[in-house]
């Protein structure tokens, strides 16, 4: 099923990116959980302490890897063209990044508030993304940042096939 999935995205010009953030982003979420289950489960406490700074140092190492991914797909760094797409995946991509500097930090107990604070500021930058995304998705763009090719359709003169704009205002 994959392999025809990738087929059918080469046949429109597109790569394999979107699977792969979309990926990326499903196993990081659930190692997270991963993270977060071992910090609550009656365990004993290194394997609690260990288990969860590994799974959320994973977790977040995927989170960026799915970022880059998304710029992969909107071509941050080969073009100038500052789209909406191209914004919400370099924030995505940066709020991976904090949340890697935050998890590499916490292995070093004494730098806990450094820790926590970058994983603060990604979750802010991670927020102002998905910001991005619900803007994406008002203006139609329904590729958001993880299918690009989606947010150029429009009808033979670029107007949007989906909303049509009616005589009353509505």
């Not at 394999?16 to 959980?33: H, K, N, Q």
């Not at 071509?75 to 914004?87: L, N, W």
């Amino acid at each position: 099923h994959y392999n025809v999935a990738v087929r059918k995205l080469d046949a429109l010009g597109v790569g394999p990116w979107p699977y792969v953030a979309s990926v990326l982003y499903l196993v990081g979420a659930m190692t997270f959980a991963v993270g977060q289950t071992l910090e609550l489960a009656p365990v004993a406490p290194e394997i609690a302490t260990w288990g969860s700074l590994i799974a959320f140092l994973t977790g977040s190492l995927l989170f960026l890897l799915g970022g880059l991914a998304e710029c992969v797909e909107n071509m941050v760094g080969a073009c100038c063209k500052c789209t909406s797409g191209y914004v919400g995946a370099v924030l995505n991509a940066v709020g991976g990044f904090c949340f890697v500097l935050g998890a590499a930090l916490a292995f070093q107990e004494r730098l806990s508030f450094e820790s926590n604070f970058l994983y603060g500021i990604g979750s802010v930058i991670f927020m102002l993304g998905s910001g991005v995304s619900i803007f994406m998705w008002k203006d139609e763009q329904f590729g958001l940042t993880f299918l690009a090719v989606l947010n150029d359709l429009g009808g033979s003169d670029g107007v949007s096939v989906v909303r049509q704009q009616s005589g009353d205002g509505a």
